[in-house]
């Protein structure tokens, strides 16, 4: 991590110059917003370009650059669909359950109204802490990754990248709230999809040999159908991405702001086609670095393959993509986070509601981006931050989105089973060294366990936080049809 393939100053000029762009973009589009529901979801009058590259660019944050690579290398070509279409999963369950909400909530503006109105105000406090907590987790990643990047390419200290990066966001995204992410996310996503077809034409462009036989010839086991990480590591990745986004307000506010449900249901089928293979590409980049150089730092597996000779303008152009990929998510978070204090705050606090619930709500944004700017600069592993948040929404979704059709969950049902999954998964998450939880290795000593649990913490507390909830949810229904 010593090395700097570009200079400080060159670095932060790149940076901000970019920031510079969508900051003027974003004030020169802005206007006066009307309300806060104006502010939250726009004026429903998305069409399927703009739908379709701010689901693209929201889903696509600067984790892509280290997740997908990283989780390859230990987790083979398993990983690398599994993330793939965990990434590109949500977008085709939104495909079912958007129109439905939005012909119950035509005028919706979160999926916690809809969640208030199945199960009451109880459920609904539990799905809000989830829910923040988990845009709160995803927006601390999304800095430290751009931080981690800089820190890599520059030697740019942490805490400068993740002041200069929130700074830059807030200047323009308090401003002009959903909207402006729209108009932000088009030039976001062009300057992704553009710099992403480059990498994968430098990339393989500089092979001797087709890429799967370099993978093959020196790292046979990540391709091999008995390899039994291809497995876990794939369904781990798929239940975990794929089930928190289905709680990602982002994602809700870009369903509500549609002209109308075919535009809704073409946007989702291209942006989940484009997602999967945008990281389909970036977690194939791991399984080829990783045959490349069996050194790799698997976080950096995807820039060892561009960096390998010291090219400004690859690294320009990656700082480019980087600072597009992060800018285009965190504001989305930003103002996800704001629409859901500001719609569903009063049912925590009584203070948040009135006329000026959006400056109130701007106030606790700020505070927040201080927290996020205090752990960012931290540099905590970027992907484990994400599989504790995706944790704890995989321990809701089946009792949220099953309850949404079965009509015998009822608010008390509905607790216990989000609580229970969410203990019995805690249980089996793995320590930051992924060899020990809080039950194995702790509570009891880690020789009581099989290899195939032992070796298999990860899967098997996502596994679990799922199927217990589902196991009760069924007795439950099964034993009250009998009645």
């Known amino acids: 991590m010593e090395k700097a393939y570009l200079s400080i100053q060159a670095t932060l000029l790149v940076i901000v110059l970019v920031g510079t762009f969508f900051i003027l973009l974003g004030y020169l589009n802005s206007k006066k917003f009307i309300n806060n529901n104006n502010y939250i979801v726009g004026d429903r009058d998305e069409n399927t370009f703009s739908l379709t590259a701010s689901l693209t660019a929201s889903a696509l944050g600067a984790w892509i650059l280290f997740g997908p690579a990283s989780a390859a290398t230990w987790g083979g ?6 993330y793939a279409l965990g990434t590109a999963a949500p977008m085709l369950f939104l495909y079912n359950f958007g129109p439905k909400i939005r012909k119950e909530f035509p005028n919706g503006l979160t999926l916690t109204e809809f969640i208030k109105k199945r199960f009451g105000t109880g459920i609904l406090k539990i799905c809000l802490f989830l829910i923040l907590f988990y845009l709160t987790i995803f927006l601390i990643a999304e800095v430290t990754a751009i931080a981690a990047l800089l820190k890599y390419t520059s030697q740019v200290p942490l805490w400068v990248t993740a002041a200069i990066t929130l700074i830059i966001c807030l200047l323009y995204i308090l401003r002009g709230g959903f909207k402006l992410s729209i108009i932000t996310d088009k030039y976001q996503f062009s300057f992704i999809v553009v ?3 480059s990498s994968l ?6 092979l001797d040999i087709p890429s799967f036989e370099i993978i093959k010839k020196n790292s046979p086991n990540l391709i091999d159908k008995n390899y039994l990480p291809n497995y876990t590591a794939g369904l781990t990745f798929f239940i975990a991405v794929a089930a928190t986004n289905l709680f990602h307000q982002g994602n809700w506010q870009r369903v509500f702001s549609a002209k109308n449900n075919r535009i809704l249901k073409s ?4 942006s989940s086609i484009i997602t999967f293979i945008i990281v389909f590409w970036m977690g194939y980049t791991g399984l080829l670095s990783l045959s490349l150089n069996s050194k790799v730092i698997p976080d950096l597996a995807f820039f060892d393959l561009l960096f390998y000779k010291k090219n400004a303008a690859i690294v320009i152009a990656i700082l480019i993509l980087s600072m597009s990929l992060t800018l285009s998510t965190i504001d989305t978070l930003i103002n996800a986070i704001s629409s859901l204090i500001i719609i569903d705050g009063k049912f925590v606090n009584k203070s948040l509601k009135g006329k000026e619930v959006k400056n109130k709500a701007n106030i606790i944004i700020v505070l927040l981006s201080v927290l996020v700017f205090i752990l960012a600069s931290k540099g ?3 992907l484990y931050l994400f ?12 009792t949220i989105f099953y309850g949404f059709f079965n009509k015998k969950i009822n608010t008390k049902l509905a607790s216990y089973t989000i609580f229970i999954g969410l203990f019995s998964g805690l ?9 020990s939880s809080f039950l ?9 366990f099989t290899p195939l649990i032992s070796a298999n913490l990860l899967f098997l507390s996502f596994a679990i936080s799922i199927i217990i909830p589902l196991i009760i949810i069924s007795i439950y229904s099964l034993r009250n049809s009998f009645k």
């Open 195 to 197: 710099i992403i077809l």
């Open 380 to 382: 905590f592993s970027i």
């Open 387 to 398: 599989l504790l948040a995706d944790l704890l929404c995989c321990a809701a979704v089946i």
């Open 267 to 270: 946007s989702l089928i291209y």
């Open 77 to 82: 070509i398993g990983a690398v669909f599994g």
């Open 440 to 448: 194995v290795g702790n509570l009891i000593s880690i020789e009581y």
């Open 201 to 206: 034409f430098l990339v393989l462009g500089k």
């Open 427 to 435: 249980l089996f998450f793995p320590s930051q060294n992924f060899q």
